[in-house]
């Protein structure tokens, strides 16, 4: 089991479903995330702590879809689907709720085999799968925000990501612990091809 720590403390104390809130709290401080945005979708988004943020970043007026492979209890102006974000299917009922979004998240993680090749391999593909959603879904100039394993395949990810977005930065929140090799791309101003 993972080691308990300050941040995992603080969102008890605090009312955040997971220790994550922090990281993208730390990314919407930096670089501005919710700035002017009404729609936000979050693609792994169990059990919430991002959604919880996310709710805080768009305010009462703004819509905010999460999306997992396992159910969440409920968040007041949360509109949740259970589904998998690799399937056609989950994408149109994310469209039946919000054809555009002005920031798509994602923070998926595979099931961990603790083999690293393997971990980092099956991480790439749901951070690949969420790159093509968000192509589909976000407006011209939206932000994209994405959690990628370092890796073999993680360089060429990145160049994938930059052909898309006109600013494009990679960070480790203070919130990600120091022994995780999960990196954060900050990619904003989207431009559909
Ligand atoms: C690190 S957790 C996300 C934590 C979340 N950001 C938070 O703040 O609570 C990673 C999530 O990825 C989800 N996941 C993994 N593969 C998935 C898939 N194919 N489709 C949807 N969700 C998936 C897992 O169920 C898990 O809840």
Redesign the pocket.
Known sequence: MRRKDHYYYRARREG??????Y??KQLDKKFGIFKGAKAVL????????????AREGVGNEGVVVG????K?SSINGVTFIC?????EE?LNRVLSVCEEFDVV?S?????VSGIWSVDHE?QMF?AR?SLEIAKRVLKNGGTLVI?AFQGSEYASFLSEVKQHFGFVRTTKPEASRKTSAEMYIVAKNFRRL
């Open positions: 955040y479903r997971s220790r994550a809130a990281k993208l979050d693609l792994c988004c169990a059990p919430g702590g991002w959604l919880q943020v999306v997992d492979i396992n969440i589904g998998d974000i690799v399937k989950t998240l923070d998926c993680s595979p099931n099956r749901l799968a959690k």
